[in-house]
């Protein structure tokens, strides 16, 4: 029986009113806090309530512990407007926010300003929401830093804050927020946004990776958000997504080869698939994507790829967005997905699943990431299955959420910007170290039988063969890194042909002698490796001793890399290996002493004495030379991969020197342009093509010595969280003033006076070269060693003229060797400039680089 149109009418009514009623409800519990003041603002339309207003709606305890703070000697105007005031806090803190069953989106921003009394690198805190651990021993700092990194290789401006984004679903009438902050240090919150989130938004079961059609229940799981992509767009700000307020990054500084996929957009009307779509994302996602530019690929390798890093042992949620915007039939589209290199999805067409063209869709996929495994791939390629045509993949958006296991969301990062966490218990570190030492003294018996029996075999032919200017391990040989230390000399302890553990091998009691049992007072470094003392062997002889700390990242590869790369090279500009100890799962490393320390502990912060503008010069001119030997030196060459202020040593006269050859890489055979290798290398210094592309060459160390450049002349750390966002990378600030041809302006104020302008400006000529963003426009070292060298030479007749000679001259550097250079040549003069660096370099490394001249 049919209803009277007035009831039909009436229900309808009815169903749109509780609709309503259900939107102004879920609006009405959202929370905006602006932490650390009783005042409210308005940002993008939005009102932020004091944490200390007056009905605000929640609960602060323990503010006893904690004081609200503003930036201290910087102008509060640099700041976002949410970013000017903070909670900080060195005790336990709890907000209680009252009304909240049901599934939200909780956001906690942070913002590093500096704080008056507290040292905001130092942070480290806890955060846990109801019972459910988000963040634990967690640093704003290193955390920025991190992300400034990736971020600088898409050159996308750099940010001073973080948003840490968490969707739970809350069984209890009252969500609480501790913040617990690590013994002895402190933490902070500038603000806290919680935003209702409709309940089937992560709801029922999930499609397994590998799992051959079986699905996995996300239900009651925590959630944070790692990554969320706009394919194929521009960024959409949190105002662009109506009602949950998320923000939309570009794709592309995340692909592998972002050539794989070309840009599309379709501005037609564009609808979701089902009302359940319609909270997921909004349609400006699905208005552009990316396909693919070759649909002939067979090879996942060459498919449309995005890569992540994520944290290890956790099971994620991968959430793809999909909108057919070109065919209007199916089949025509139809493709294979792949997560971690495993089928997630054969057979795959958007335009069946979805229900025609134009009709926004999404899929969701369940993986497990391994605890040996810190990345994330998503690729997209042909599914050869579906025959010649059909085989182009389309994608518009990308989501990665991390699940909590066991009720933990957090993981302890391991930043490389000084601030340390801890690391597994010492049971396993024990056994760590113990298959270390088992491992190491397998490896090296393999080596050394491997490589003796191959040189016995080549012996009649390297008898043969001409000599030529080539380091010591290709003419047959290789010597002990110092003939000066105990034990040391012509004879190889390992027998007359060479292996890869050349120099003297300590003994254990030796090297606890040689550090009076490790004091800590002879402590004077500590890098990833570990800690390096101040020693003195049994003969008088003061070397720096590099022990490593058995819970590092670093280990038995880096162990075996640094003594096989040093052993190999003899030069005056690279830093001694004298001998090595392995005993007792030790893994320790013996160099000759440099006096003077780091580059970087000259620069800033340290009390020692500021370098002249001549110093810093000739300082850069020693560690191009050592870097022109390692690429030059050798058939393939030798890339540093780590190149930084901290590892270019000063010796008692200044003289520097390349150091720490852990994760260096011989160079691409002669029909290679390149090394396929993981990025490795340190914040601030990576060369963001080489992270782009994971391809290493040459230029990745040309890149790193530019920032070095920068960072001579200007004295401040190369990323820096607590400064305003235009000024946080070295390298961008930099590279800024020097386009302008104003690098003066951000100089060190104490070189003010003190150097020769045309010197400076040759100077930042060069360094603004080093930062090509391609490396196939950048210099070579003996490029840049001459331009250095040609700036030294317009510099010291000013210097004699307008300041006395006060500081060393540039024969301490060039062993009396300096050349009078008729003019600089332009970077087209390529011949002349590399020419005339690598004659002089073939000269002094004719001996070996043994030269010691002062």
Known sequence: MALPVREIFGLLFLVIFSAFARIAEAQSK?????????????????????????????????????????????????????????????????????????????????????????????????????????????????????????????????????????????????????????????????????????????????????????????????????????????????????????????????????????????????????????SVAPLLVYETARTMVNTEVLEKRFNMSWKFEVHPDFDYLVRLHFCELIFDKANERIFRIYINNRTAADNFNVFVRAGGKNKAYHQDFFDVVSPKVDTLWIQLGPDTAAGAAGTDALLNGLEIFKLSRNGNLAYVEKYDSGVTSPRSSKNQMLWVGVGAGIASVAILAIVIYCFCNRLRGKSSDTKNTPARWRPLFLNGSILNSNVNAKGAGSQNPYGSVGSVRAGKRFMLPEIRAATNNFDESLVIGLGGFGKVYKGETDDGTLVAIKRANPQSQQGLAEFETEIEMLSKLRHRHLVSLIGFCEEQNEMILVYEYMANGTLRSHLFGSDLPPLTFKQRLEACIGAARGLHYLHTGADRGIIHRDVKTTNILLDENFVAKMSDFGLSKTGPALDHTHVSTAVKGSFGYLDPEYYRRQQLTEKSDVYSFGVVLFEAVCARPVINPTLPKDQINLAEWAMMWQRKRSLETIIDRRLEGNYCPEALKKFGEIAEKCLADEGKSRPTMGEVLWHLEYALQLHEPWMRTNAGDNSFTSSQVFGGEAEEKEGAPSFDEEAGCSGKSTTRESDESADGGERHEN
């Open 30 to 278: 959202s929370f905006l806090i602006n932490c650390g003041t009783n005042s409210s603002i308005t940002v993008s339309g939005r009102k932020w309530v004091g944490d200390l207003a007056p009905n605000n709606n929640i609960t602060l305890s323990s503010p006893a512990n904690a004081a609200s703070t503003t930036p201290s000697s910087v102008d509060s105007t640099t700041y976002e407007p949410l970013y000017v005031t903070a909670r900080i806090f060195d005790g336990g803190l709890n907000y209680s926010f009252p009304g909240t069953r049901g599934s939200y989106f909780v956001r906690l921003h942070f913002c590093p300003f500096p704080f008056d009394h507290y040292n905001v690198n130092e942070s480290r805190f806890g955060v846990v929401a109801n019972g459910l651990k988000l963040v634990s021993e967690f640093s704003v700092s290193g955390e920025i830093s991190r992300k400034n990194a990736y971020l600088l290789s898409s050159g996308s401006n750099l940010t001073s804050f973080l948003v840490k984004e968490y969707i739970l679903a809350i069984k209890e009438d009252v969500l609480v927020l501790e913040f617990i902050p690590v013994k002895g240090s402190f933490g902070f919150v500038n603000a806290i946004e919680i935003v209702p989130a409709v309940d089937t938004l992560f709801a029922g079961s999930v499609s397994k990776v590998g799992g051959n059609g079986a699905n996995q229940s996300i239900s009651w799981r925590g959630i944070e958000t790692m990554y969320r992509l706009n394919v194929g767009g521009s960024e959409i700000d949190p105002g662009q997504d109506a009602d949950l307020w998320r923000t939309w990054e570009v794709d592309s500084s995340y692909m592998i080869t972002e050539n794989a996929g070309l840009k599309i957009n379709n501005s037609s009307k564009i609808t979701f698939s089902s009302a359940n779509e319609s």
